[in-house]
């Protein structure tokens, strides 16, 4: 996907290299040792945030450009995560494999594919795993303060309670907020947060 590349390709972090803010807000959930998917994990600032609190991080992404500065983040933090270059929609997820799944902001693929990725969630993560999920809702489509500028992308609340009804929703709401994440999203944004475990 060379337009992430180039999108990456900068000496800054488009999208900065401080966590997600809703991601930091459930850190209660997160313990030390858990195994951790970080979905389309760019430059790593979730990914190394996970690791840095102690979870065994596998940060996969399509580009080699933003795994190359994620591996240098980790390294000047002081920490260690396994990186993989894969196409999400191609790769093996497994089953049963990781105690939680963070995916921030993966809204790059269309129905039918996000069905696709959706279950592919669903099978990798062990019984009584965890779902950590912040994505845009067609809101955004106004503040144009990052994101995908296609509706067929963004998330409702109908949406994921209809596409996650086999999972446990702990957390599920959808809210405007100011996020500051590099330039890639920095300002007011339409924002839907979930919180699901995978019934045990």
Known sequence: MSIWNERYAGE???FG???????????????????????ADGEGRNGVWLAEHGL?????????????????????RGVSLKFEQADLMQWNWGANRFDTVVA????????????????????????GGLLLL???TPRQLEFKTGGPSQAANLYTE???????A??????LSEHDDIIREGAGHNGMSALIDLVARKPG
């Open 12 to 14: 800054d972090f488009h």
């Open 17 to 39: 290299i401080e966590p997600n803010a809703f991601l930091v807000s459930q850190q209660s959930l997160l313990k030390p040792g858990m195994s951790c998917l970080a979905v």
């Open 56 to 76: 065994q991080v596998l940060s996969v992404d399509s580009s080699h450009v933003a795994l190359a500065k994620a591996a240098k983040l980790a390294q000047q």
């Open 104 to 127: 921030i902001f993966i809204q790059f693929v269309t129905s039918p594919e996000r069905e696709q990725m959706f279950a592919h969630i669903k099978r990798c993560l062990k019984p």
């Open 134 to 136: 912040q994505g845009y």
């Open 158 to 164: 109908a949406m994921l309670r209809k596409e996650f």
């Open 166 to 171: 086999d999972m446990d929703i702990l957390h």
